[in-house]
Nanobody
């Protein structure tokens, strides 16, 4: 599967952004989807994940209550709605796909990655 992330940009603290990840290829419904982010000079970290049939989601503690992950298995997209953004949310955000029964929380388990989209939150 190929992934294309979009929707990043510059926003003031307290604002919102919606990231989108478009998938192309076969068997999208067989993949668990996730979002990771990477701050400059730091390792890529888990943000959110959603399983294949949307029955389970998981979030990093740092974004719980502020971010929401969705997927549309007809449109073959995954989205990350980010509310109450903070300057520390500034990072490059990546969508990822994991071919398995359930989602994973570590980046080494993900097989496919989008190209990244930059989110900058000003204070």
């Amino acid at each position: 599967v190929q992934l294309q992330a979009s929707g990043g940009g510059l926003v003031q603290a307290g604002g919102s952004l919606r990231l989108s990840c478009a998938a192309s290829g076969r068997y999208f419904t067989m993949y668990n989807m996730a979002w990771f982010r990477q701050h400059p000079g730091r390792e890529r970290e888990f943000v959110a994940a959603i399983n294949r049939n949307r029955s389970a989601k998981d979030y990093a503690d740092s974004v719980k209550g502020r971010f929401s992950i969705f997927r549309d298995n007809v449109k073959e997209t995954s989205e990350l709605l980010m509310n109450s953004l903070k300057p520390e949310d500034t990072a490059t955000y990546y969508c990822a796909a994991h071919y398995s029964q359930t989602y994973a929380l570590t980046r080494d388990r993900y097989d496919y990655w989008g190209q990244g989209t930059q989110v900058t939150v000003s204070s």
